[in-house]
Nanobody, 125 residues
């Protein structure tokens, strides 16, 4: 069982930066692949970024590639999402998720086994 708690959201102007953190409980954090998703009002939850357990591989949605960076610190049981050059369309609730197995469905919500409650990110124009 893994419990995930996101933090770091807030209100920022377009062009600004935020760093989200996701703290995980449990001794087996380092064995999980981790992902970030987001959900805007009236829209489906969408993939943002993912990272394998060893951080040897990362994947990004096209909409955030080059602006967002996912990383993890297994010693701290934490995964991060550094968000730069933020745009109003990045406004959403951001969720982190943990996957027991990192498969071809890493970009879909059903590829993950545990979820946090989310943190709000609002980007003003």
């Amino acid at each position: 069982q893994v419990q995930l708690v996101e933090s770091g959201g807030g209100l920022v102007q377009a062009g600004g930066s935020l760093r989200l953190s996701c703290a995980a409980s449990g001794r087996t954090f380092s064995s999980y692949a981790m992902g970030w998703f987001r959900q805007a009002p009236g829209k489906e939850r969408e993939f943002v970024a993912a990272i394998t357990w060893s951080a040897g591989s990362t994947h990004y949605a096209d909409s955030v590639k080059g602006r967002f960076t996912i990383s993890r610190d297994n010693a701290k049981n934490t995964v991060y999402l550094q968000m730069n050059s933020l745009k109003p369309e990045d406004t959403a609730v951001y969720y982190c998720a943990a996957a027991i197995k990192y498969g071809s469905d890493y970009a879909t919500p059903w590829g993950y086994d545990y979820w946090g409650r989310g943190t709000q990110v609002t980007v003003s124009s």
